[in-house]
Each structure stands twice: as C-alpha cells, then as structure tokens.
T-cell receptor
Framework: GENVEQHPSTLSVQEGDSAVIKCTYS??????FPWYKQELGKGPQLIID?????GEKKDQRIAVTLNKTAKHFSLHITETQPEDSAVYFC????????????FGKGITLSVRP | NAGVTQTPKFQVLKTGQSMTLQCAQD?????MSWYRQDPGMGLRLIHY???????DQGEVPNGYNVSRSTTEDFPLRLLSAAPSQTSVYFC????????????FGPGTRLLVL
C-alpha cells in the first residue's frame, strides 16, 4: 500500500519568513495530493491540493509543487504569520474504486512573532 | 449548513464499556469515513462508507463497528472499550470518494481508563 512520509516533523520559522514542508510517497499510481491544516482543538481542513497533471499550484501565500519522477511534493508558505501555526498533513491517493487516502504523520509548524 | 457534526466532544469510558460516537453531515455527501488521530501516528482510517447501506474496513478496524442507514448519519460503535482506543476520533465526508475534498468534523476526544 501507499506510504506517505513528512519531513521534518516540526518546523519553527520567524514571522515573515517562508516555510517549506516536504512529503514523499511510495505508490507511483497516486495522482491526488492534498494538504490539510489542523488548528488546535479542531478538525483538519483542506488548504490546497494538486493532481498529477500539473507540477505546481498557487493560492495566495501558499503553493504546492509536485515531482512525480522523484515521488515527492512540497507545501510552500510565504510571508508566514502567527495564524499559520498549526499541524499540517499531506496525503496521497489515486482515482479508483479501491483508492485510499493515506495521510502523513503531520508536521507542527510554529511561527515566532 | 452545519457541515459535519460530532457528538460527544469528550468522553471517558471504563475498560469493557461500549459506546457510540455520533457523526452527521448535512451536505448530502455520499462518502463518509472515520479516522483516529494519535500522537506521532497521523490520521488512520478506521471504517468508511461510499453510500447508505455500504460500509467497508479501513486501516485499523478492529474493535469498531459502523453502519450507514441514512446518507446523513454514520455512527461509530466501540463494542468493548480498551485503553488502546484512547484517541481523538474524526468523522469526515466528501461528495464522492477520497480524491475529493474531505470535510472533517470537530472531533471526539475519548479516554478509556
């Protein structure tokens, strides 16, 4: 089955700096890669996703890049703000009847004011 | 819309007790699932349903039962609670399958003594 790994497990950045969170996956059939943000005491919420037919996607201060050859994808957050502090999960899945959305273990991002 | 709702928010059980975690969604989503979140383990799929009357096992189904009698509700039953089931439980729903945006509930924190 699919195995998704996130690196690093914790990340601390200064407010205003950029943060990059990397994930690797094992199943070359995976073609859907979402990122979820979980604030303290809440459920995860989708912030951006990318499908295998594109290499990059942007939404304001966040972007995701995908390298299918190397089987890794990354979340980029620019001009970080204290409200970006949260746990971020990456996940991978493929389109199909038996598809499974496999999550990474999560990374805790702390933005220092 | 209320989105995905879960009750209770917090529960303490004794080993061997049974209980039902409630999940409901008002978005007419076909796909619903249950995850558990443990420190350092990410989100692990317990059971899922692709529509009313259809359920299937996920990654960690042992000790849990589910049913899906209506599109809106997807309860999770703990048959005989064990300390290993101490966790935070999240219910999620999506329009069709796992390659669509998953909408998570606020979670139920369960402590088994």
């Amino acid at each position: 089955g699919e195995n998704v790994e996130q690196h690093p497990s914790t990340l601390s950045v200064q407010e205003g700096d950029s943060a990059v969170i990397k994930c690797t996956y094992s199943d070359s059939a995976s073609n859907y890669f979402p990122w979820y943000k979980q604030e303290l005491g809440k459920g995860p919420q989708l912030i951006i996703d990318i499908r295998s037919n594109v290499g990059e996607k942007k939404d304001q201060r966040i972007a995701v890049t995908l390298n299918k050859t190397a089987k890794h994808f990354s979340l980029h957050i620019t001009e970080t703000q204290p409200e970006d502090s949260a746990v971020y999960f990456c996940a991978a899945s493929f389109t199909g009847a038996n598809s499974k959305l496999t999550f990474g273990k999560g990374i805790t991002l702390s933005v220092r004011p | 819309n209320a989105g995905v709702t879960q009750t209770p928010k917090f529960q303490v059980l004794k080993t061997g007790q049974s209980m039902t975690l409630q999940c409901a969604q008002d978005m007419n989503h076909e796909y619903m699932s249950w995850y558990r979140q443990d420190p350092g383990m990410g989100l692990r799929l317990i059971h899922y349903s692709v529509g009313a009357g259809i359920t299937d096992q996920g990654e960690v189904p042992n000790g849990y039962n589910v049913s899906r009698s209506t599109t809106e509700d997807f309860p999770l039953r703990l048959l005989s609670a064990a300390p290993s089931q101490t966790s935070v439980y999240f219910c999620a729903s999506s329009t069709r399958r796992r390659t669509e945006t998953q909408y998570f509930g606020p979670g139920t924190r369960l402590l088994v003594l």
